[in-house]
């Protein structure tokens, strides 16, 4: 049981609930299913959005853990002449073509670009500096 003391620390926002604490929920509220969602919050200290998010997410997908957050963004890819050269080609044939399709047409043309590296902002600054002068 945990005491009052610690139950409060818990209902802060952005506190990550350790996984012994889930495990204790999901035994309450699914595998023994005798206590309802709002008298696990109050019991454990949390919110009961909280804990029928814990339940809804091991109902859905069985983990407990929860997903990793943040993480360090990926190196955005350079575009080299190759690549400034057919979005040259690109603007050339349709003066209005988007950012969008200009980034599809990349990769469908250039196997060397792994999906979703290239920047819309990537590509404009390009056009600008390079191509639009």
Do not use: W
């Not at 969602?37 to 454990?44: E, G, I, Q």
């Not at 009961?48 to 963004?73: A, C, L, Q, W, Y």
């Amino acid at each position: 049981m945990i005491n009052k003391k610690s139950r409060r620390s818990l209902k802060a926002k952005n506190v990550k609930i350790p996984v012994n604490i889930r495990e204790q929920l999901i035994g309450v509220t699914v595998r023994e299913g005798d206590v309802r969602v709002s008298d696990a919050a109050k019991l454990f200290g949390l919110s009961r959005s909280t804990v029928d998010n814990i339940k809804d997410t091991f109902v859905n997908t069985g983990n407990i853990v929860p997903k990793p957050r943040g993480g360090r963004m990926p190196t955005p890819i350079k575009i080299t002449k190759d690549h400034s050269k057919f979005l040259t080609k690109i603007l050339d044939e349709d003066g209005t073509v988007t950012l969008d399709t200009m980034r599809d047409k990349l990769y469908e043309n250039f196997d060397d670009l792994p999906e979703k590296r290239i920047r819309y902002a990537s590509i404009c600054r390009h056009i600008v500096e390079e191509i639009g002068t």
